[in-house]
């Protein structure tokens, strides 16, 4: 076995979730585990406790009324993040930590934070760009802009200070090397998942979803968050079942959206998105963990990413990939799929091109099982944890300066080097 690591796991986020970076942060750790790594994994306090899966879970101290489970600011993040800080140092010292892995901004920060204190070398993991995801999260022209200028500072500020940096994809470390990182501390490495296999047509569960064994199911399975740009895909789901929305669609075309979290403010988006588009080909499904959702991909006949191009990595994406399912995706899954080969691409934005292939798919049930045959041996080539784990640990491996500050927290009592 290589070296052993005593790793600090920091995810600023509540934790467990049916998210997709939370769903790999948390693969992650039982991995890194697996493979004989002394795992700590430290979130914030929402969620419960996990056992069982070789890492130590550390949770903050949970705000009373803190019940927020989506991403993005809110008000109480501030004070989440300091409570993050602090917990941190205490992890270090108590458990001699030698390398502290972050992910995504405010952990990111609070392990630089940490650093000052304890001496211990942060490697951040960016799942996305600030510049272009904050804005997202408000509304108003004023806002937005003021929110972009603020992400984009961010972009400048936090990932160089890290001691390495991993980015998910060449979009990301473009932006990040523009943004004052140093070459030879970033490494483009893509996420993982754990492969489930293929998810052939289930009748089951079809019925279940009281959806009928010869529709042509379009899905889709992820947060509701703006930055999924729903909006295209029900308006090229409209163009697709009819052109008109008060035409009468195809029996066979049926959407079915699926999160972990509905609302009621999702409902009434949907509805002012689709218009006079009749209900009953809509379904909206809320899933609860792994296994539902397994199902909904199972139902569906092809997966739809509707995302712009952008620094994100969607997970979902490679849970479509394993699973052998045909992809229609925008311009965020163009950083995988290649168009024809083993996925559909479709510029941002245009419902067109994006209902072109849903009805070409619904014609051609040949096409999408070659497309998805063809995913998944993409998948199975690229982002298995096989084939990740060890880029991640290489980096563990080559973190300049390691061995320098280990030995200067060994002269503080605050790290000790492990070896197997």
Known sequence: MTRAFRIALV????????????VFVGQMAERL??????????????????????????????????????SGPTVLKPVLDLLLVRELVGLCRRERIE???????????????????TGVPVVYHSHNLMGDELETYFEGRLARR?????????????????????????????????????PEHLRVIPPAVDDDGPALADVCARRSLALEPDDFVVGYCGNLDAYQNLELLVEAFVIAAGGQVTSTPSPRLRLLLASHRLTAAFNARLAAMAGALPLGLVRIVEVNGHAEARGVIAASDLLALPRRMGSGYPVKLLNSMSAAKAIVTAGCGSKVLSD?????????????????????????????????????????????????????????????????????????????????
């Open 11 to 22: 995810a600023a986020c509540p934790f467990p979730s049916a998210q997709g970076s939370q």
């Open 33 to 70: 585990a697996a493979a004989g790594h002394h795992v700590h994994l430290l979130t914030y306090g929402q969620g419960h406790d996990v056992y069982g899966k070789g890492y130590r879970h550390h949770r903050t101290r949970r705000l009373p009324g803190d019940d927020v489970e989506r």
């Open 99 to 117: 390398i502290v892995h972050a992910h995504n901004y405010e952990a990111a920060a609070a392990a630089i934070a940490a650093r000052a204190v």
């Open 146 to 182: 003021l929110a972009g200028l603020a992400g984009a500072a961010l972009d400048r500020t936090v990932p160089r200070r890290a001691d390495r940096i991993i980015a998910l994809c060449s979009y990301s470390a473009g932006h990040l090397l523009r943004a004052g990182c140093e």
């Open 340 to 420: 024809g080969i083993d996925g559909i691409v479709v510029r941002d934005d245009d419902p067109g091109a994006m209902a072109a292939a849903m009805t070409s798919c619904a014609a051609r049930l040949d096409r999408g099982r070659s497309l998805g045959a063809a995913a998944r041996q993409r998948f199975l080539e690229t982002a298995t944890w096989e084939v990740v784990l060890p880029q991640i640990e290489e980096v563990y491996r080559g973190l300049a300066g390691f061995e320098r500050l280990s030995a200067n927290g060994r002269a503080r009592g605050q790290v000790r080097p492990r070896t197997s």
